[in-house]
């Protein structure tokens, strides 16, 4: 049975993460690896620190070790340490962001990035720059930052969280082509808007990058 390690975060997207390999991978034995420190050292400096990145390296190894056949990193602050360890690897290692930035390169021009975390903002518009880059394509990244939503949810306050992205996602980016949430945990404001609300296709992460994730694993296999 092929194994996917999962490294995470938060242990909070664990669920998350086996819902979807549930339905889409039953077959794919799965491994979570957690060290929140990777986000919280990184919203502390404001930036990923190379402390952080060999951090990242090392929890890549540390899923080889225990017998994964491809390793899929589940937060997108730290995606250039992802891709150091990318170029260490033989196995496959895998950013979560990078199917959600293809589709989206494919889909429209004008692409709005949304983010409650500007650690997270700027890495993910920057990946979108770089596959634009990698394709050839001419695009403008309208960039969103909900003010104030983080540090509601972190209170506790998931309702202000949910109304300032809400009012990002249906006002702050309208006449974008397409919409990318930067974070998984924004997913869950776009179900609860009303039909019609969000008028550009809506893209986040933890699907696009579990259907990749998967392929991935298949073609080993062949």
Known sequence: MPTLGLIHNSPMLAPVFNEIAARIMPDVRILH????????????????????????????????????????????????????????????????????????????????????????????????????????KDVEIVEYLCEGAFDAVMAGDGATHDRIVGEALTEGLKGVDVILLAQASMARVVASLPAGAVAAPVFSSPELGMEHARDILASLAK
Do not use: W
């Not at 990242?56 to 080889?64: E, K």
């Not at 920057?126 to 634009?132: E, G």
């Open 33 to 136: 690896f957690v060290d929140e420190s990777t986000i919280k050292n990184t919203i502390a400096a404001g930036h990923l620190q190379k402390a952080t990145m060999r951090q990242v390296i090392r929890l890549v190894g540390s899923t080889f070790n225990a017998g994964c056949d491809a390793a899929l990193v589940t937060c997108s602050s730290i995606g250039r340490a992802v891709d150091m360890a990318a170029e260490l690897y033989e196995q496959p290692v895998l950013r979560v962001d990078r199917p959600m930035a293809e589709k989206a390169v494919a889909t429209g021009r004008r692409i709005g990035v949304v983010a409650t975390l500007s650690t997270t903002l700027k890495p993910t518009a920057d990946l979108v720059r770089r596959v634009a880059e990698e394709q050839g």
